[in-house]
């Protein structure tokens, strides 16, 4: 089974600032794919980003932007620029093509934007 | 763009009572989700659909059932409710069965008292 661990339940950041979320995970898979989704106070789930395994180019939306190293197991979620906007719950999740395509949650990071 | 509609968005139920929460995929979405989200939690896995067949199971309690309609919409079928199925229930939606696309609704929240 695949696991998925975010190593920091809560963080916090300045507006205008850029942020660091980690995210490990342990697979003997070799083809799969990884997201961040962020959840705001609404619980509504949103799709932030996604990589897929075989790329080895790091995958970008405007001020996200990824770094997936996977020798090492690591997809940690740089968000610059920080908005009041960004605050909400952060989840990385882990997808294994031919399981159903079921997504595997971390625990989730809590990050606030302050002015 | 039309999105994946769940209903209702919140529910109130007693302890043993039974409860169905619905989910309308984005149309021609054939693949539906359901992920469960306790408070402060990560969602869970609960069970998919492709094509009106179960796709694939997960931690789903044996008092819950599901399935998928000839117009693909889904229902999840909870009964003898516990205090613990208090959650956010999601549903997610995708075209065709190997798509790593999923579009999530916004949720069902259910209360068990």
């Known amino acids: 089974a695949q696991t998925v661990t975010q190593s920091q339940p809560e963080m916090s950041v300045q507006e205008a600032e850029t942020v660091t979320l980690s995210c490990t995970y342990d697979?003997?898979?070799?083809?799969?794919?990884l997201f961040w989704y962020k959840q705001p106070p609404s619980r509504q789930m949103i799709l932030v980003i996604r990589?897929?395994?075989?790329?080895?180019q790091n995958a970008t939306e405007n001020r996200f932007s990824v770094n997936f190293q996977k020798a090492a197991k690591s997809f940690s979620l740089k968000i610059s620029d920080s908005q009041l906007g960004d605050t909400a719950m952060y989840f990385c999740a882990f997808m294994k093509p031919g399981s159903g395509y079921a997504l595997n949650f971390g625990k989730g990071t809590s990050l606030l934007v302050t002015p | 763009a039309a999105g994946v509609i769940q209903s209702p968005r919140h529910l109130i139920k007693e302890k043993r009572e039974t409860a169905t929460l619905k989910c309308y995929p984005i149309p021609r979405h054939d693949t539906v989700y359901w992920y469960q989200q306790g408070p402060g939690q990560d969602p869970q896995f609960l069970i998919s659909f492709y094509e009106k067949m179960q796709s694939d199971k997960g931690s789903i309690p044996d008092r819950f059932s599901a399935q998928q309609f000839s117009d693909y919409h889904s229902e999840l079928n909870m009964s003898s409710l516990e205090l613990g199925d208090s959650a956010l229930y999601f549903c997610?939606?995708?075209?065709?069965?190997?798509?790593?696309?999923?579009?999530f609704g916004s949720g069902t929240q259910l209360s068990v008292l």
């Open positions: 997610a939606s995708s075209r065709g069965r190997n798509n790593e696309k999923l579009f």
């Open positions: 697979t003997s898979e070799n083809n799969y794919y």
């Open positions: 990589q897929e395994a075989y790329k080895q």
